[in-house]
C-alpha cells in the first residue's frame, strides 16, 4: 500500500504505523469527515482468499468486531476494495502499548496494574455477554490512549480472529506471533477443545501475573517449547513469593483465573471487582 492511495473513494492511505499478526495499520484520512482514521489491511488474507471468503469478510467485518464499549477499539466500517483489498477502519490512537510500558517499567504498581485490568475486564464482561471471545488478550492488544481528558485504556483486535476467518486467532499469524499469543494461552485452546469467555480470563491471570512479576507463572525464563506443558500441568509459582507487596485477595484471584478447570476461574466481572478498589490512587 503506497501513501496517497485511496480506498473505495472514501479513505486515503498516509504513513504507515506498524504491523501485527494480521496485517499493517496505517494512519489514514476519511475523505468525507476530513478527520483521521487507523486503516488496518490485511495482506494476508487479500492475497490468498478465494471470493467467498472476502464476501464473508464483507459481511462478517462490523459484526464481528462490534464490542460496543468506551474501552474497546472504535470500528468505523470494513470491507474489500474494489482492487481486492480487505480493509478495516478503526478509530485512531495516540500513545503506547501496555507492551511498551511493561518493557519500561518491568514491573507495574498494583495502583497501575489496577487502572489498566478493570478496564480490560469490563470490556471482556460486554463482549462475553454476547458470546464474543476475545482469544488473544496480551500486552500488545491493550493499548494506553491520551484522550482530551487523560489516558483511556483500548482492548484492540476484537473479534479479528473471527474476521480474519480462522477459528483460533493463530492460523494466518507468523510463528513469531503464535509464541507471542502461546505465553498467555488457556489450557482448553492448547487442547483443541470448545472455549468460552472463560479462556479469556486465563489469558488475564497470565497478564496480571506478568504485570506484577515481570515474567510467566510457571518460570522466570520460559524457553517455547516447554510453554505448552506448563500451561496443561504445572501449577503457577505463588504470586506472592515473587512480590510480597501484592495484597493475598488480589493473589487470590489471579491463582483462580489461572485454574486449569474453565469452571473454576473467576468471570471477568469478578476479576474486575477484586481490583476496583485499588484504582484510586493510580495517578497520583
Given at each position: 500500500?503506497?501513501?496517497?492511495?485511496?480506498?473505495?473513494?472514501?479513505?486515503?492511505?498516509?504513513?504507515?504505523?506498524?504491523?501485527?499478526?494480521?496485517?499493517t495499520?496505517?494512519?489514514?484520512?476519511?475523505?468525507?469527515?476530513?478527520?483521521?482514521?487507523?486503516?488496518?489491511?490485511?495482506?494476508?488474507l487479500?492475497?490468498t482468499?478465494?471470493?467467498?471468503?472476502?464476501?464473508?469478510?464483507?459481511?462478517?467485518?462490523?459484526?464481528?468486531?462490534?464490542?460496543?464499549?468506551?474501552?474497546a477499539?472504535?470500528?468505523?466500517?470494513?470491507?474489500?476494495?474494489?482492487?481486492?483489498?480487505?480493509?478495516?477502519?478503526?478509530?485512531?490512537?495516540?500513545?503506547?502499548?501496555?507492551?511498551?510500558?511493561?518493557?519500561?517499567?518491568?514491573?507495574?504498581t498494583?495502583?497501575?496494574?489496577?487502572?489498566?485490568?478493570?478496564?480490560?475486564?469490563?470490556?471482556?464482561?460486554?463482549a462475553?455477554?454476547?458470546?464474543?471471545?476475545?482469544r488473544?488478550?496480551?500486552?500488545?492488544?491493550?493499548?494506553?490512549?491520551?484522550?482530551?481528558?487523560?489516558?483511556i485504556?483500548?482492548?484492540?483486535?476484537f473479534?479479528?480472529?473471527?474476521?480474519?476467518?480462522?477459528?483460533?486467532?493463530?492460523?494466518l499469524?507468523?510463528?513469531?506471533?503464535?509464541?507471542g499469543?502461546?505465553?498467555?494461552?488457556?489450557?482448553?485452546?492448547?487442547?483443541?477443545?470448545?472455549?468460552?469467555?472463560?479462556?479469556?480470563?486465563?489469558?488475564?491471570?497470565?497478564?496480571?501475573?506478568?504485570?506484577?512479576?515481570?515474567?510467566?507463572?510457571?518460570?522466570?525464563?520460559?524457553?517455547?517449547?516447554?510453554?505448552?506443558?506448563?500451561?496443561?500441568?504445572?501449577?503457577?509459582?505463588?504470586?506472592?513469593?515473587?512480590?510480597?507487596?501484592?495484597?493475598?485477595?488480589?493473589?487470590g484471584?489471579?491463582?483462580a483465573?489461572?485454574?486449569?478447570?474453565?469452571?473454576?476461574?473467576?468471570?471477568?466481572?469478578?476479576?474486575?471487582?477484586?481490583?476496583?478498589?485499588e484504582?484510586?490512587?493510580?495517578?497520583?
Amino acid at each position: 500500500m503506497l501513501p496517497g492511495t485511496v480506498l473505495d473513494q472514501k479513505y486515503r492511505i498516509e504513513s504507515r504505523i506498524g504491523s501485527g499478526g494480521f496485517g499493517t495499520v496505517f494512519r489514514g484520512v476519511q475523505l468525507s469527515l476530513d478527520r483521521a482514521v487507523a486503516v488496518k489491511i490485511f495482506q494476508s488474507l487479500a492475497a490468498t482468499a478465494r471470493p467467498e471468503e472476502l464476501e464473508r469478510f464483507r459481511r462478517e467485518g462490523i459484526s464481528a468486531c462490534r464490542v460496543n464499549h468506551p474501552n474497546a477499539l472504535g470500528i468505523i466500517d470494513s470491507g474489500v476494495s474494489s482492487s481486492g483489498i480487505a480493509y478495516l477502519v478503526t478509530e485512531l490512537l495516540e500513545g503506547h502499548t501496555l507492551r511498551c510500558e511493561l518493557a519500561e517499567q518491568q514491573r507495574l504498581t498494583v495502583p497501575r496494574a489496577a487502572s489498566i485490568l478493570v478496564p480490560v475486564c469490563h470490556v471482556l464482561t460486554a463482549a462475553h455477554a454476547i458470546g464474543l471471545v476475545h482469544r488473544d488478550i496480551k500486552p500488545d492488544n491493550i493499548f494506553l490512549h491520551r484522550g482530551r481528558d487523560g489516558e483511556i485504556v483500548k482492548v484492540l483486535d476484537f473479534g479479528i480472529a473471527k474476521l480474519a476467518g480462522s477459528g483460533d486467532g493463530t492460523a494466518l499469524t507468523g510463528a513469531r506471533q503464535v509464541i507471542g499469543t502461546l505465553f498467555y494461552m488457556a489450557p482448553e485452546r492448547l487442547r483443541g477443545e470448545p472455549h468460552d469467555g472463560r479462556a479469556d480470563v486465563y489469558s488475564l491471570g497470565v497478564l496480571a501475573y506478568e504485570m506484577f512479576t515481570g515474567g510467566s507463572p510457571f518460570t522466570a525464563d520460559p524457553i517455547v517449547e516447554e510453554m505448552t506443558m506448563m500451561h496443561l500441568n504445572m501449577p503457577p509459582i505463588p504470586l506472592r513469593e515473587r512480590r510480597a507487596d501484592v495484597p493475598e485477595k488480589i493473589e487470590g484471584v489471579i491463582r483462580a483465573a489461572l485454574d486449569k478447570e474453565p469452571q473454576n476461574r473467576p468471570t471477568a466481572e469478578e476479576f474486575a471487582a477484586i481490583f476496583s478498589g485499588e484504582t484510586s490512587s493510580a495517578h497520583h
